[in-house]
């Protein structure tokens, strides 16, 4: 999606990987996707591992080879010094793209040249400076070319406003030019967006607001990341451990009831103490998204939303509706888990915990290579040799090193191969990051290699399918090679639990953020009380009469940063429903199913994500994609009761 105020920081670029010209709303979402996963239990893996080693112990073949970027730093500083000698050239066209269709065409190739070589900067720098980030060099390259692409950020502003002011049949005139034929829909869908567009001093105006908009945002960060001082609790040996959100997950699923009542109650008493500033940052927040949606003209901010990535209205209410209409599947898997657990009362600090206990899936990183090349078997052999590439040829970053970032992610600049940067940990948890991480590379290594420049980059809303349909492959691969009673319960499990936390936690979320912005366009005040009424009464109804909803969950709502960029999370239980549906197409053979699939993974941005999806065999407009979804969670939760019988 392209804005006519595109956000660019250096957080969206390190973490989204997209071109600075392409940036848009997704992709700042996409930092708190990110930032789970850093701040989640593969950063924990940093604290209870033994010290890491420095970066030179480790084997060359478990690095990746940024060398297939630049060779040296030295032919970095040559691009660098290149593009600083021609981005001012891109200023010579303000006030003249209606002159010509010559004139534009050309503005649009010096863009996307001088965007290409500043994707492959901004990636080599910031991909260095992740190995080791106690390397000064490299801070101060990744430093450098955050600066330079704010200064050629600024100097293009004017294209967008000024492409939107050429007449429409003009402009569709130099469209038909066969010069122009490459451009056709990056234009179409700019000018879709033309009766919300504003007059240019409006837009200046808008523009201009946009700090002080950003401001519930940043505060809500530096208040939860900085302010908040989280209790110390007592872990399972007895010794002194703060709750942090960094922390939580791994507290939950432990093993000791008192450690996760005590987690739960700590954080989100920490949060319920700050109640009334939280639901006033939240508020303010909305009350942004409502200002934005009114001022472009849009009937409310939901659709404000989905408009800026071609996705009907009914893809988020069928999600809803949908999912409310089978969530007597999760009351039967919440009923599992309370029998499964031994608990005559089943609590919300429960439904982390593993329900199958003493199993230990130890997978080395060799073996874990193996089992995501076996499971993707079903995509045919170009998948394969393409995938077979990656785990060899050094695109991924193995191991942990001191310094290093922690978490997990794919990212790579156009015209190279992608990367993928892991901490990797002989676990189940491991095999399933390296198969999901390669699932986005191969999408972006397909997107690239098939598309041009201006269609390489995929949105978030079809990003998460590609990782997804991996995961669902290596499930099915290991549960058809371990004979195993308890593993294949393990596994079950962690699928189920996968499902419940990205399609009906997800949803619920979703449901959530609908609720509360149609209230506050009402003119409704959104009270902590308001809020936590509302996020209590969802989770009562989406856990069901098995699970005893406790009353301190009423304030979770104000530790999802997600909420700070509306109407963001449907993505995540739409993407995993259309992937599960993908999944099930390719494992069934269908006809056409793979190759269909393939020939998704090869579009971009080429069409609309809803389009793509639906050329791939998904139709998200309609609800059978997460119905089939659903089905599948029910397969899954009926294999696990019998296996528990």
Not at 108 to 134: P, Q, S
Not at 272 to 292: H, M
Request: charged share 25%; aromatic share 10%.
């Amino acid at each position: 999606m392209l804005q006519t105020t595109p956000i660019l920081t250096p957080e969206i670029l390190i973490i989204a990987g997209v071109s600075p010209f392409l940036s848009g709303k997704d992709n700042e979402a996409a930092i708190w996707q990110i930032r789970k996963i850093k701040q989640g239990e593969m950063a924990l893996q940093s604290e209870t591992a033994k010290t890491p080693p420095d970066r030179e112990q480790l084997a060359e073949q478990h690095k990746w080879r940024l060398a297939d970027i630049y060779a040296t730093d030295e032919k970095w500083e040559e691009d660098f010094r290149s593009i600083q000698q021609q981005y001012p050239d891109l200023a010579g066209f303000q006030g003249k793209l209606g002159e010509s269709w010559q004139k534009l065409l050309e503005c649009l190739k010096l863009r996307e040249k001088i965007g290409e070589t500043l994707e492959r900067l901004y990636v080599y720098a910031h991909m260095r400076k992740d190995e080791d980030n106690n390397q000064v060099k490299y801070q101060a390259m990744a430093d450098r070319v955050v600066g330079l692409s704010v200064k050629i950020q600024s100097i293009t502003a004017y294209i967008v406003p000024e492409i939107l002011e050429l007449p429409e049949g003009l402009l569709q005139l130099w469209m038909n030019q066969a010069e122009m034929a490459l451009y056709q829909h990056f234009l179409e869908d700019m000018v879709r967006l033309r009766p919300h567009t504003l007059s240019a001093k409006e837009e200046e105006l808008v523009a201009q607001v946009g700090e002080l908009a950003n401001a519930p945002k940043t505060v809500y960060r530096m208040l939860v990341n900085a302010d908040l001082k989280f209790p110390v609790i007592k872990d399972e040996k007895g010794e002194g451990i703060e709750v942090s959100e960094a922390k939580y997950t791994h507290l939950l699923r432990s093993r000791d009831r008192r450690v996760r009542q005590d987690a739960f109650s700590s954080l989100l008493g920490t949060y319920k103490d700050k109640r009334n500033t939280l639901a006033g940052l939240l508020s303010t927040s909305i009350k942004k998204d409502i200002f934005y949606s009114r001022a472009r003209k849009y009937p409310s901010a939901l659709e404000a939303e989905l408009k800026g990535d071609h996705i009907p209205l009914e893809v988020y209410s069928n999600l809803i509706k949908t999912v409310r209409e089978n969530l007597g599947l999760l009351h039967s898997y919440v009923k599992l888990r309370k029998r499964l657990l031994g608990l005559e009362e089943l609590r919300m600090y429960d439904l982390y915990v593993p329900m199958v206990s003493q199993v230990d899936i130890q997978v080395p990183y060799e073996e874990a290579k193996k089992m995501v090349l076996g499971s993707a078997r079903p995509l045919g052999q170009e998948y394969m040799s393409a995938l077979r590439e990656g785990l060899e040829a050094r695109w991924i970053d193995v191991y942990e090193n001191k310094g290093k970032t922690s978490g997990a992610y794919a990212w790579g600049a156009y015209g190279t191969h992608p990367f993928v940067l892991l901490n990797y940990q002989d676990s189940l948890d491991g095999v399933f990051t390296l198969a999901h991480e390669m699932g986005h590379a191969l999408h972006s290594y397909y997107s690239s290699r098939e598309q041009p420049y201006v269609y390489a980059h995929y949105t978030i809303f079809a990003a998460e399918v590609a990782s997804t349909v991996n995961e669902a492959l290596l499930l099915h691969y290991m549960l058809s090679n371990r004979e195993d009673h308890r593993e294949r319960m393990y596994l079950l499990n962690y699928y189920l639990e996968q499902f419940r936390g990205t399609v009906f936690r997800q949803t619920m979320f979703a449901e959530f953020e609908k609720i509360i912005h149609e209230k506050a366009e009402a003119g409704e005040a959104l009270t902590p009380d308001v809020l936590s009424g509302i996020y209590y009464q969802l989770n009562k109804d989406y856990y069901g009469p098995h699970l005893t909803v406790d009353q301190d969950i009423e304030i979770e709502w104000a530790r999802i940063p997600h909420f700070y960029s509306a109407f963001y999370v449907y993505k995540y239980a739409t993407g995993f429903s259309a992937a599960t549906a993908l999944s099930r197409q390719v494992l069934r053979q269908e006809e056409g199913a793979a190759d269909r699939y393939l020939g998704f993974l090869k579009s971009g941005s080429s069409d609309y994500s809803i389009n793509l999806l639906k050329k791939a065999g998904v139709d998200m407009t309609s609800p059978e994609p997460v119905k089939r979804a659903l089905e599948v969670f029910a397969d899954t939760l009926g294999q696990m009761e019998q296996l528990a019988n």
